[in-house]
């Protein structure tokens, strides 16, 4: 929760709010309080979308879809205005986590606590259909799980089954990976109950196998996998893996219903579920015991509302603050139509909740801790049983009594990727500092520091010495073989490794405790595309195929292709891994045409030699490339060629992101920041905004730390840095950079 600010609402149709739950490009979404004192979710609508017919439509049709929906495990809506000035809706609010978060966080839920959790969000699913109604939008992310069972949240793209929706006709509504493929189609004709069953199975694929069943990266490659492939259920016990098969059949007529898919995964020695009453199985009883304790203490803190308070808001564009904002609990969203997160913290004070803050005593109401093999919260006649334990914490003590958080800090500093190793010690070193210096803080931080050079062995050894330590999380490695090497021992420990330069490529294992704040290299051809359509538009491109590039190579010339420049034609000439003789694609490339000329390759060595063969041939248009080939050498090598050359990079200026950043990097290391130290600064206010979230208490530990940078937003220096399912989602403008070579160094041109 943050506090209100001085342009928030006092009263919303008679609620009151209390505390911003998040926001995004739709609307706010406010813990709010009834004229009785309930609590709700408090979604509105931001004034520039009420203005617009279609999205105030859209928004009527949501609330029309969702108030006539009852269920044990459905968010009722409490009360709502689509035709006000400002239009809003409020839900019952539901203190516990998102599903997403869980599997993150924990992995694979075992087999019991898939089928109770499936059975349940398909009776859900079955109210819905029941109602002529649609979701569009079921995944992880729109799943709660309380302490009395899930929970299915926002409406937000629903429709009437047959109806026309109100988007683009080619337009993909929901989400890669949790949508059917006739959404992947964009047939919206098409789309009807069982493509809800279709993300149905995706969702619980993912619970079981901890893995989704169409893979993860790029959103298009996701859709193509969807539409023309069959689903990865190797991780799927074999007791659900045919129905969940059936439910992934690609003809929407093969799939079941949900009301068989309910039945199918009911158990059939329990009793018919009677929500809220005595006798009830809770699926509680399933989850594992980390799992207990997480909603357990959700719930509680839910509990603790704060009174109203109201900060004066934050300019939009102010990036220059080194600080931290105050602890933002907020998860963003995806999802076409959706305001940001807050549902995923949403609905009303249960009796299972009363009796929970009721059993606590007063001390012990603002954060329920509990532990060990059988920790739970079990309902005992009528009352609340909690088992407390404390856990093991990655904190020390400092003078002044403060907790001391130490994060683990393993790069190559010695070896051939030092330059961006120290770098990225040096900004973390500075942002550990700097919070130390702030006044009003309730933890320290500490920084401790291996130099892994990049090799395996030492990568390995670096793990296990953060692990036996406790570190509340890992930064780094900075190269492919250390992360590979570290990564089992992480992942065993459930250490968060925060990568700030290395994408995950090949560390998919690692997932639930991945956190990679750049873009993925996938991403590099948005400012290539974006450049030689808008700034320089061209109708003719060639792209000069390096096979001796590694897998970013491949992946840069494929989405040229796909995503043509000014929606023009792209040629591909490739010069052999074997070859250093780049002069027969260039000729052959502007034989064809070229009016620009992008080099996939990896080799600074080899860019130059490409660099000198289209001077040779008088090529005087649009040369460009990625940041990999982006260094001292290139400019050096190419001999005067290289001059005017772009780049496309997922790092920003590191000289310019803030003015008191460089001035205190300059001061304590005499020269300004290297490659990569803001988004190493960034990294470690990410990670004390979670450790901020979790209370900075001592007892706090590393797997809790990893699952709640998954539910944070950090608004950095260099980017915001926010995660949805574990992933980074930059917003549009901060992705990627571009470039430009100037004399002998490399000038921002702009996100």
């Known amino acids: 929760m943050r506090a209100l600010t001085a342009d928030d609402p006092e009263d919303v149709g008679g609620l009151q709010p209390l505390a911003r739950l998040g926001a995004g490009g739709m609307g706010v979404v406010y813990l709010a309080r009834t004229a009785g004192g309930a609590l709700v979710a408090l979604k ?122 109100l988007t683009a006709p080619d337009a993909v509504v929901g989400t890669p990976g949790f949508l059917s493929p006739e959404q992947a189609r964009a047939r919206a004709e098409e789309v009807g109950p069982p493509s809800d069953v279709f993300a149905l199975g995706c969702v619980l694929a993912h619970a079981a196998g901890a893995r989704r069943p169409f893979g993860a990266g790029n959103a298009a490659g996701v859709l193509f996998r969807t539409v023309h492939e069959e689903p990865d259920l190797a991780e799927v016990p074999a007791e659900l893996r045919a129905l969940i098969g059936a439910c992934l059949a690609k003809d929407p007529g093969l799939r079941p219903t949900a009301a068989r898919v309910a039945a199918a995964l009911r158990d059939p020695r329990t009793r018919p579920v009677r929500h809220g009453g005595p006798g009830e199985e809770r699926t509680g009883n399933h989850l594992p015991p980390a799992v207990l304790r997480m909603v357990a203490e959700r719930s509680a803190r839910a509990l603790d509302v704060p009174a109203p308070r109201r900060t004066p808001g934050r300019p939009a564009g102010d990036h220059t603050a080194l600080g931290p904002p105050p602890s933002d609990g907020s998860r963003t969203r995806e999802g076409a139509g959706a305001p940001e997160a807050a549902e995923a913290a949403a609905a009303g004070e249960s009796r299972t909740v009363r009796e929970l803050r009721d059993a606590l005593p007063p001390n012990r109401r603002r954060v329920l801790l509990m532990g060990g093999a059988a920790a739970a919260v079990v309902a005992v006649g009528g009352g609340i049983t909690a088992y407390l334990a404390a856990g093991r914490g990655s904190a020390g003590g400092s003078g002044d009594g403060l907790p001391v958080h130490t994060l683990g800090f393993q790069a190559d500093m010695t070896g051939d990727q030092r330059a961006e190793g120290v770098a990225q010690e040096r900004g973390a070193r500075l942002a550990v500092e700097r919070h130390n210096a702030r006044t009003g803080i309730t933890f320290r931080l500490a920084l401790d520091t291996v130099d892994d050079r990049g090799d395996a062995t030492r990568a390995e050894r670096a793990a296990r010495r953060f692990t036996e330590a406790g570190v509340c999380a890992v930064l780094g490695p900075v190269t492919e073989t250390a992360a590979r090497a570290a990564a089992p021992m992480h992942r065993a420990a459930g250490t968060a490794m925060v990568l700030v330069s290395l994408d995950d490529t090949g560390l998919e294992s690692a997932g639930r405790i991945l956190r990679v704040t750049r873009a993925p290299e996938s991403r590099l051809a948005i400012p290539l595309v974006s450049y030689l359509s808008e700034d320089r538009p061209v109708d003719r491109t060639a792209v000069i195929d390096d096979r001796a590039a590694g897998p970013s190579g491949p992946s840069l010339t494929s989405a040229l292709t796909r995503a043509r420049p000014n929606e023009g034609a792209t040629d591909v000439r490739s010069v052999a891994a074997d070859s250093d003789d780049f002069r027969p694609a260039v000729r052959a490339a502007l034989d064809g045409g070229a009016q620009a000329v992008v080099f996939s390759g990896t080799s600074s060595e080899r860019a130059a030699r490409c660099a000198r063969a289209l001077d040779e041939a008088g090529f005087t248009g649009p040369r460009l490339g990625t940041w990999h080939i982006m260094r001292p050498d290139f400019l050096r090598q190419a001999e005067g060629a290289g001059r005017d050359w772009l780049f496309a990079a997922p790092f920003t200026d590191p000289g310019g992101v803030s003015r008191d950043f460089r001035a205190a990097y300059r001061a304590k290391y005499g020269s300004g920041p290297g490659r990569w130290a803001p988004e190493a600064y960034d990294a470690v206010g990410l990670v004390a905004r979670a450790l901020t979230a979790l209370g900075g208490t001592a007892d706090v530990t590393p797997p809790a730390v990893a699952q709640r940078l998954s539910g944070i937003t950090h608004r950095g220096i260099a980017k915001t840095l926010t995660f949805a399912d574990g992933t980074f989602t930059p917003g549009p403008d901060e992705s990627c950079f571009l470039f430009e070579a100037r004399g002998n160094t490399f000038r921002l041109l702009g996100r």
């Open 44 to 165: 509105v609508i931001r004034a520039e979308h009420a203005a617009d017919p279609a999205f105030r439509a859209r928004f009527r049709r949501e609330v029309a879809a969702v108030r006539g929906l009852t269920g044990p495990w459905l968010v009722p809506v409490v009360a709502a205005d689509p035709e006000a000035r400002t239009p809003w809706l409020a839900t019952e609010f539901v203190p516990g986590p998102a599903l997403s978060e869980v599997i993150d966080g924990y992995g694979a839920l075992p087999l019991a606590a898939v089928r109770t959790l499936g059975s349940r969000l398909a009776d859900a699913l079955a109210a819905v259909h029941a109602a002529g109604l649609v979701h569009r939008d079921v995944k992880p992310g729109n799943v709660l799980l309380a302490l009395d069972g899930p929970r299915l949240i926002d409406f937000g793209i629903a429709h009437t089954a047959g109806a026309t929706a």
